[in-house]
């Protein structure tokens, strides 16, 4: 539910810079009861909702927020141009990836203060250290679906200040997550990153899992294009601009070389199931499972006062 997105707090909140909280595979339960869970998998639902059924090309209402945001996003994006790869000795992980990330890490504050109003100026520190989870890790130069996480905290985080609203949850997928994914395969290409906790073959995908799910929401009740049609070259060529999941699996076959089956098996064996909403209900499930209730990749999520680590509280 989205309630939170409706009354902004007051502007007295006692923001904090928020940490990390899960430090053993015990600690597990105390995330799974918090109300930082229960916040985070209520939004990626409501955005599952609100975006079900809709093209990328819907027309739909762009706040100002959003407009901020993209800019954010494109400033990020131009860093990138400025730091080009350099010459060394692995082909993985180049290090220029470092000098980029020391650059957001430096601006990470003034970037999102932009995006937020001064009355709000408070929480930019709190808000800032999601946005600089969400881009890799710069010791590793690696990429996964814990940074993907960081980003939808953020945004997460965004509404529950009041920065984002109710009417602004497709812009917020469609727009604004949209613009990241962009950038984030940006940077996964010109680094050659790694990805972060890869499960390989067996994985769903190498970097990503939150485009999945909104995807397949996209096409639910779609009149002709049904899983089997994503395994088909000349479906989603035709289709990719207007479906989140068909650009995903673009990418996928741009970066991956012999059959389909083989280097993504897990998508292989989702393309035979048999209506859209099985795929996103299924996916939902998997993502619990697989990343929300995985210790390698929530030990690095951090808590604070928009997302904090204390139990549910009723109401």
Not at 220 to 236: C, G, M, S, T
């Amino acid at each position: 539910p989205l309630y939170s997105l409706e009354e902004a707090p007051p502007a007295t909140q006692n923001f904090i810079i928020p940490k990390k909280e899960i430090h053993t595979v015990p600690d597990m339960g105390k995330w799974k009861r918090s109300q930082a869970y229960a916040d985070y998998i209520g939004f990626i639902l409501t955005l599952n909702e609100g975006v079900k059924g809709k093209k990328l090309t819907f027309e739909y209402k762009v706040s100002e927020a959003i407009e901020k945001l993209v800019a954010l996003l494109n400033t990020l994006d131009r860093w990138i141009d400025e730091t080009p790869p350099v010459d060394q000795p692995s082909r993985f992980g180049n290090k220029a990836y470092r000098t980029w990330y020391a650059k957001l890490d430096e601006e990470a504050e003034n970037l999102v203060a932009t995006v937020v109003p001064t009355h709000l100026a408070a929480a930019v520190p709190e808000v800032a250290v999601y946005l600089k989870e969400s881009v890799g890790n710069s010791t590793r130069i690696d990429y996964g679906t814990g940074h993907e996480a960081a980003f939808a905290a953020f945004l997460c985080c965004l509404c529950k200040i009041g920065v984002l609203r109710v009417d602004d949850q497709i812009a917020i997928v469609f727009k604004v997550f949209n613009r990241y994914l962009e950038v984030m395969r940006k940077l996964q290409k010109t680094y050659r990153m790694e990805p972060a906790g890869s499960q390989g073959v067996w994985g769903l995908d190498d970097f990503q899992f939150l485009p999945f799910i909104w995807g397949s929401s996209q096409l639910i009740d779609h009149p002709y294009l049904e899983p089997r049609h994503f395994v088909d070259e000349k479906a989603v060529n035709e289709n990719h601009k207007d479906y989140m999941f068909l650009e995903c699996i673009l990418f996928i076959t741009e970066m991956k070389t012999g059959p389909f089956a083989e280097h993504s098996n897990q998508l292989w064996n989702i393309s035979a199931v048999p209506s859209w909403s099985k795929v996103n209900q299924g996916l939902i499930r998997m993502y619990k499972a697989e990343c929300l209730e995985k210790f390698p990749v929530i030990q690095h999520f951090k808590f604070g006062s928009l997302l904090p680590i204390h139990p549910v509280t009723s109401g």
